[in-house]
């Protein structure tokens, strides 16, 4: 096919102009097309390399990852005897559920997983109300003394919980709040890491959103529920995994605060009863980890594609 440029408008009085031979007779086929353009492999720069090497990697660290899982599950349906074995096979050669009915028929298991459910899910849900607030407060609002707020919560992150241990629970026990709800949920209503999270998400948030909802006459609170959360999906979801992971596996603090066993959350109850007087029961021990991961993994592949964006959007390495 031929291409013949544009023509140029000649100026008034001229004759018109013609092409010169070269450009006239210049032509361009689908052979030549075809055969400039380069070679898939030559788009690749010098210093590409397959990265089959990469998956390897990945593969096997995936695999490391997993195992102490899989040998958890497996452990579960075998006896203690053939977990004491040396040397002990992978698979279980007699699976049994011996174990889950201990947990749930001789123990009062149920007891203690309604005791993590109640505790872990209103610290959660504190920690979502509170956090939030804050984080929009310190993001958002304009009052004296704001950088200063920041800067002590940020301090905070950095004192151990353990400097803080002994003057929460004399807090706790004046307050008379020993072995009760109250004295597990209270003292993990708010966590920095949280007013920290909520308030670097929100500060990426425009500021027009609450100007235009402010010439609208809206309060500050309306503007919170209705223009601020809504947006702050990935944020909260990210919150909630954390929050409820910190609380479902606290050992300690309840340990010390209950002092009687229908108060126990399951990890204190696991680690007392699952030790006995002459040995530790392993294959116990295996079956209440099973019940108590399942719940954290259940939540964390329901909300995944929500921790990664807010961990992505609030700058937390």
């Known amino acids: 096919m031929t291409v013949t440029p544009p023509r140029t408008a000649d100026a008034p009085g001229e004759p018109p102009r013609r092409l010169g031979p070269v450009l006239a007779s210049a032509s361009v086929t689908d052979t030549d097309v075809i055969e400039r353009e380069p070679h898939p492999a030559g788009r690749r720069g010098r210093g590409e390399r397959p990265r089959w090497w990469l998956y390897i990697v990945l593969t096997v660290g995936l695999v490391v990852m997993i195992m102490p899982f899989v040998w958890m599950i497996l452990g579960a349906f075998k006896t203690d005897a053939e977990i004491r074995r040396n040397p002990t096979g992978f698979l279980p050669e007699q699976p049994t559920i011996e174990n889950f009915e201990t947990l749930f028929g001789r123990l009062d298991f149920t007891t203690f997983f309604i005791n993590s459910i109640v505790v872990a899910v209103f610290v959660t849900l504190g920690n979502i109300v509170f956090c939030s607030m804050i984080g929009y407060a310190l993001a958002k609002l304009q009052f004296r003394g704001k950088k200063l707020l920041f800067v002590i919560v940020i301090g905070t992150l950095m004192v151990p919980g353990v400097v803080t241990f002994v003057p929460l629970f004399v807090l706790t026990a004046n307050l008379g709040l020993v072995n009760s709800y ?10 920095p890491l949280g007013v920290f999270l909520m ?51 606290n050992f300690l603090w309840p340990l010390v605060v209950a002092t009687t066993e229908d108060m126990y959350t399951l990890p204190v109850a696991l680690a007392l009863y699952s030790v006995g007087q002459n040995a530790a029961r392993y294959g116990l021990m295996m079956a209440g980890a099973v019940v108590v991961v399942l719940p954290m993994l259940l939540l964390f592949l329901f909300l995944q594609r929500y921790f990664v964006q807010g961990i992505a959007l609030t700058g937390i390495k």
């Open 182 to 191: 109250p004295g597990l949920i209270l003292p993990f209503l708010i966590s």
């Open 199 to 249: 308030r670097q998400f929100m500060l990426s948030l425009p500021d027009e959103l609450i100007e235009a909802a402010r010439i609208d006459g809206a309060s500050e609170w309306r503007i919170f529920l209705r223009v601020i959360m809504p947006l702050c999906g990935p944020a909260v979801a990210t919150l909630t995994i954390l929050t409820f992971l910190a609380s479902w596996n």
